[in-house]
């Protein structure tokens, strides 16, 4: 309001404006306030909810490992080992857009150390490897094919170095930040920093040759180092395997848990802990927002390995993947190696355009728009119509003392579909504990599912019917529910 009057000078027109903006916030916020259902905490921050929108984003594994046919390089390799020959990021780029991913997050350094990008602090990065003779940053020229293809941009950087003589030791420390601070720095808006849980072991240490263990908990600091993150990239959010911003789903295959709380006890859960996939359903009570990401490649291995250029995963498998971590309340990071040619494998991209089509064919038409809806009660606000507005910032909920309260879509001419997708409203927190889905068909009301919980999408897989009418049922919620989505889908079928 304060700009407004700044900016019109003359005086009447000054109060008129004043006027109408002060009635028109008042009466929006006397209608929000009354209908409101209050937040249950913990919520999601800004950038939480920003990152959980984009779902399916690449994982790109691509350093000096490609090139030595390995998945840990051990840190002695040579600069000049790193050498692709028809290195093109647009293709990368171009791929993982068409396929429906929405940004792209790039090993700049593994475990060996190597860097991708000229960084001052080091000689072991491409400045000193045949690569456009030492002149190349591969950190920016993914940047340029990023924007080109209207991807996000994020960075893997590895605390473990097995390259670096001073890894261990306290000095260290500065080195990870400084390089951490180059990254956050030069290449613009950055939306993931990704700090792997594999840390200390056997390494070449500068040629010392020895094994270096640390203290997982402490050696790091982490703190200083998120803070470091937070004042150079404020809307990037961080990984790891406790956060704080998203966690470790707790296993590599792409699966996330049937029961998946973005709720956790941070304080319990450490970096590179051994048992840490005990906490990969997350805690109903856990005080802070740290949803999941599952990451998982589409081959056997991280890194590029010619051998298994026929064990690329089946569509089969991705879509299984897909709802089993995108329909699980977690979000799909799905690696692609990057080959030595330094080019996405025709096989990989192939993979990838089917998956996109697949999903493509059965998320762009909701049948669920063809029903009338009915529900048990409504608070008076959220009505019934947010169900499938397709709008994530509206939602639905029961009145008071609707304990356990339904939603029914019925259909003049039965549907045939076979995956339902619920969404809650997660900006007031995860609320739901349990539903019960069931349809009708042929007149009988068959039960389908009683499942836990449903926090951002849950995607339920059922066998094709003939559906009259589909009824959910909110078993057990904390609070009153908020319920944002309903999706009915039919997918294409599978060759
Ligand atoms: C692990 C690493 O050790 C693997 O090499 C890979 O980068 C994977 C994504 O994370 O912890």
């Known amino acids: 309001m304060n700009t407004l009057i700044v900016k019109f000078k003359i005086a009447k027109t000054t109060i008129k404006i004043f006027l109408i903006v002060f009635a028109s916030q008042s009466v929006l916020s006397c209608v929000y306030n009354k209908n409101i259902i209050p937040p249950i905490n913990p919520v999601p921050t800004k950038r939480q909810l920003d990152w959980q929108q984009m779902e399916y984003y690449a994982f790109i594994h691509f350093n000096m490992n490609t090139f030595t046919n390995k998945e840990w390089g051990y840190g002695d390799e040579s600069p000049s080992t790193f050498n692709p020959s028809e290195l093109d990021t647009d293709q990368w780029a171009k791929i993982i857009h068409e396929s429906g991913m929405k940004g792209i997050i790039i090993t700049a350094k593994h475990h060996d150390g190597f860097s991708l990008w000229p960084s001052l602090y080091t000689e072991h990065s491409v400045k000193n490897s045949p690569w456009k003779n030492g002149k190349g940053d591969l950190i920016r020229d993914l940047m340029k094919s990023c924007k080109k293809y209207n991807l996000k941009l994020g960075v893997y950087l590895s605390p473990w170095d097995r390259n670096h003589p001073d890894y261990g030791k306290p000095e260290y420390l500065n080195y990870f930040r400084n390089q951490l601070s180059e990254l956050l720095s030069n290449y613009g808006e950055i939306f993931e920093v990704w700090f792997d849980g594999a ?116 569509l089969d498998k991705l879509v299984d993947i897909y709802f089993n971590s995108v329909g699980l309340n977690s979000a799909l990071l799905l690696n692609i190696p990057v080959d030595k040619r330094g080019l996405i494998h025709e096989n990989d991209s192939l993979r990838l355009s089917e998956l996109a089509k697949f999903l493509k064919s059965t998320f762009s038409k909701n049948l669920a728009l063809k029903g009338k809806i009915s529900t048990s009660s409504n608070n008076v606000k959220n009505y019934k119509k947010h169900i499938n507005d397709n709008d994530t910032n509206t939602y639905w909920s029961s009145e008071n003392g609707d304990d356990k309260c339904k939603i029914e879509i019925n ?85």
């Open 199 to 314: 840390n200390g072991g056997d390494g070449y240490y500068g040629g010392t040759n020895e094994i270096r263990h640390v203290d997982k908990k402490a050696y790091y600091q982490w703190e200083d180092t998120y803070k470091i993150v937070r004042n150079l990239q404020p809307n990037a959010v961080i990984f790891s395997d406790s956060g704080p911003d998203i966690r470790w789903v707790g296993n590599e295959k792409g699966y996330a848990n049937e029961t998946s709380w973005s709720n956790l006890y941070r304080d319990s859960v450490y970096t590179g802990m051994l048992d840490y996939n005990r906490f990969s359903a997350g805690q109903e009570f856990g005080t802070h927002w740290i949803p999941t990401e599952t990451d998982v490649s589409i081959r056997p291995g991280w890194y590029y390995h010619s051998d298994q250029d026929s064990k690329v995963k089946s």
């Open 411 to 495: 259909f003049n001419k039965p549907i045939n579909a076979n995956v339902l997708k619920i969404s809650e409203h997660i900006a007031l927190g995860q609320r739901i504990k349990s539903f019960h889905f069931e349809i009708k068909s042929e007149n009988q009301w068959k039960s389908i599912k009683t499942g836990t919980t449903i926090g951002n999408k849950r995607l339920i897989r059922f066998t094709s019917n003939d559906i009259d009418a589909i009824r959910i049922t909110i078993l057990e919620t904390k609070g009153k529910p908020a319920i944002s989505e309903i999706g009915l889908y039919k997918t294409p079928t599978l060759n």
